[in-house]
Each structure stands twice: as C-alpha cells, then as structure tokens.
C-alpha cells in the first residue's frame, strides 16, 4: 500500500475487545457515519466475515463496495472485490497489546476513485475516513 493513508490510536481495551469490533461488520453503521449500511454476505469458520457489501459517504467519495476479508491473530486486511465509485479500497487494521489493559490500533487505507481526483483530496479523504473510524472505533469499544 504505498499511497496509503495511516493513523492510530491507543484504546482502553484489550485486543480481543477491540477485535470483536473491527470484525463486527453489520453494527458499522452504528459507529463509523460514512457507513450507511454494511452486510455480511461470506464468513469464515470462525463466523467472521469474509465477504462484505458496504454503502460508503465520505462526501468526496460516493460507493457501493464489496470487499474481501484476511485475518491474523494480531490483524484484519481488506481487498476490494467490486465496486461502484471506487478503483481500490485497500486496508489494513493492525492492533497491538500494550501490556497496561491498553491496545494501540493502527489503521492503514489506501482509496482510489473511479474519477480523478488529485492526490492530495484523495489523501485528505482516506484521512477523514480513518479519522472516524478510529474515534468511532474507540468509543464503541470503552463504552462496551
């Protein structure tokens, strides 16, 4: 992802709570406002999602997505699949325990639109997004 846009934040939680938020797909809507809607359509073994359509307004960027779904113990990545408004949808949750009840969160986005639009709109648009997710992500997670 070598455009893509990172930032993170520590949140009072351990990482199986943080976990269980990030990969709790169909309540997006709830925490992060550019989700208008968010439906599993594929999981894995383990009842996480695989396969995922979302409804996505980031005022910049308007876009029905599906999108694909890895895991590991310590992180989630997503590829896009399909999409109407978009060229790529690429990211990456990365979380890590600090040891204090804590978990660092770092969130990587890298999004091209179907139209041109200069670099750095783009960049300040990926920004915005992971912005909101973080700060939404945080506060569904310490409020549970």
């Known amino acids: 992802m070598s455009n893509a846009v990172e930032d993170r934040i520590v949140v009072a939680a351990d990482l199986d709570a943080v976990f269980d938020v990030i990969a709790d797909f169909d309540a997006y809507p709830e925490w992060q406002a550019e989700v208008k809607e968010a439906e599993t359509l594929r999981t894995d073994a383990d009842g996480r999602g695989t396969r995922v359509r979302f409804l996505v ?76 997710a973080l700060a939404g992500m945080k506060r569904r997670v310490e409020q549970r």
Request: charged letters at 35%.
């Open 57 to 132: 307004d980031a005022r910049v960027i308007k876009a029905r997505l599906v999108l694909d779904y890895t895991y590991t113990d310590t992180s989630m990545e997503w590829v896009l699949v399909e999409g109407d408004g978009v060229r790529r949808n690429d990211g990456r949750y990365d979380l890590r325990e600090l040891g204090d009840g804590t978990t660092e969160v770092t969130y990587a986005l890298e999004v091209e639109p179907s139209v041109p639009v200069p670099g750095l709109i783009r960049r300040q648009a990926a920004k915005r997004i992971i912005d909101g």
